[in-house]
Structure formats: structure tokens, C-alpha cells
T-cell receptor
Framework: DAGVIQSPRHEVTEMGQEVTLRCKPISGHDYLFWYRQTMMRGLELLIYFNNNVPIDDSGMPEDRFSAKMPNASFSTLKIQPSEPRDSAVYFC?????????????FGPGTRLTVT | AQSVTQLDSQVPVFEEAPVELRCNYSSSVSVYLFWYVQYPNQGLQLLLKYLSGSTLVKGINGFEAEFNKSQTSFHLRKPSVHISDTAEYFCAVGENSGGYQKVTFGIGTKLQVIP
């Protein structure tokens, strides 16, 4: 398997523009997670899905952020409108099982810069 | 609510010297514990995990960690580090919540191996 795939790897956009980040989880994994990593706040869980259904979106910072998972092999994280403080590395991860102790497999991340 | 404290943000150590990266957690229920490593410009990958049983857990690349329930700690150790161990290390705690596993990551510890 190719692992978790994220695109784009780098995104530079201007404040106010819409940004869409994409993720393809590992085939057969039931869980998908979106994280944001910054120097100040470390790794923050934004939202996670189980079988394409959002389970916990309490980490989504505000209404400008939305995430969807239309099928088992694709998820998007959208920021509209983007702001400079959204600049961060966004990671997608997937996991095989809800059983306690399951490992999360991370993608390479998307580095977002909002100017 | 669960939480993870990584006591050192940066740890410099000379090559071939031993290293210990500290992690303390808090949780009201039984937990699972993880250490992940992040190399520059990459996603996180699992080093090792504790689910139950022996409190000494061995992982990849010669790392090991010891679960200490009384001290609520899960410190990571390696007897002799290599330049290639330079990376950021994340401690994480997982607990079952509403039938799902919730994982919380620490802020990370940057290990700098000095030649």
C-alpha cells in the first residue's frame, strides 16, 4: 500500500481565498483523522471520521473550517475564507480499528501558508 | 479528560550517548500509550506502544519505553543515539471514549544528536 496520501504538499494562498486539502487513507482503514501542527500549539486533532461519518469535530477551530468524507477513500478539509493564522502543517491519518491501542498512520502533511 | 506532558521541549545529546525523553500523562481510565517520531518534513510514525502486560516495551530503532503506573509516566530511552535519531518525538495517550479510541498527543520533544 502507498500509505496515506495527501495533496497538495505545499499550498500558498492569499488571505480570504478558499483552500481545500485532500486525503486518501489507507485502504481498509475505518478511521480518518485531520490534525493541525503549529510551533505554538503542537499537534491538534481537528476532526475524525469513522466509516465516513464525522464522530468528533470539537477541535475544528471555527465555522471557516469544514471537513467531508464522501467515501471510504477520500476526505477533504476546507478553509473558507482563509486567514494568516491558519498557516500550519495539516496532517491526515488513518487507523484500522476502533480497538484501543490502534496505531495511526500519518500522511506526509500539507504545509499551508496564508499571506 | 486525558492529557500528556512532555517535560522537555528540546534535548541535545552527543552521538553514542544515552538519552531519555520524559512523558507524563493523566487519565481517569485505563490508557494506551504511544511514542511517535517525526523526521523533518515527514508525518509521524509509530516507534512503540504500550497496551497491557510487560511494562517495558521495545520499539524500532533500538528505542524502548517503560510504563510506570504509579508515577503515570512513559519515558522513552535509547542506550546509544545515532545522528539519524535527530527528530521530534511525540508521546500520546489513548483511552476509550464512547466506544471510540481518543488519542491525545503531547507537544513534542526535539532530539538533537550532536556529532
Amino acid at each position: 500500500d502507498a500509505g496515506v496520501i495527501q495533496s497538495p504538499r505545499h499550498e500558498v494562498t492569499e488571505m480570504g481565498q478558499e483552500v481545500t486539502l485532500r486525503c486518501k487513507p489507507i485502504s481498509g482503514h475505518d478511521y480518518l483523522f485531520w490534525y493541525r501542527q503549529t510551533m505554538m500549539r503542537g499537534l491538534e486533532l481537528l476532526i475524525y471520521f469513522n466509516n465516513n461519518v464525522p464522530i468528533d469535530d470539537s477541535g475544528m477551530p471555527e465555522d471557516r473550517f469544514s471537513a467531508k468524507m464522501p467515501n471510504a477513500s477520500f476526505s477533504t478539509l476546507k478553509i473558507q475564507p482563509s486567514e494568516p493564522r491558519d498557516s500550519a502543517v495539516y496532517f491526515c491519518a488513518s487507523s484500522l480499528s476502533r480497538r484501543g491501542g490502534s496505531e495511526q498512520y500519518f500522511g506526509p502533511g500539507t504545509r499551508l501558508t496564508v499571506t | 479528560a486525558q492529557s500528556v506532558t512532555q517535560l522537555d521541549s528540546q534535548v541535545p545529546v552527543f552521538e553514542e550517548a544515552p538519552v531519555e525523553l520524559r512523558c507524563n500523562y493523566s487519565s481517569s481510565v485505563s490508557v494506551y500509550l504511544f511514542w511517535y517520531v517525526q523526521y523533518p518534513n515527514q508525518g509521524l510514525q509509530l516507534l512503540l506502544k504500550y497496551l497491557s502486560g510487560s511494562t517495558l516495551v521495545k520499539g524500532i530503532n533500538g528505542f524502548e519505553a517503560e510504563f510506570n503506573k504509579s508515577q503515570t509516566s512513559f519515558h522513552l530511552r535509547k542506550p546509544s543515539v545515532h545522528i539519524s535519531d535527530t527528530a521530534e518525538y511525540f508521546c500520546a495517550v489513548g483511552e476509550n471514549s464512547g466506544g471510540y479510541q481518543k488519542v491525545t498527543f503531547g507537544i513534542g520533544t526535539k532530539l538533537q544528536v550532536i556529532p
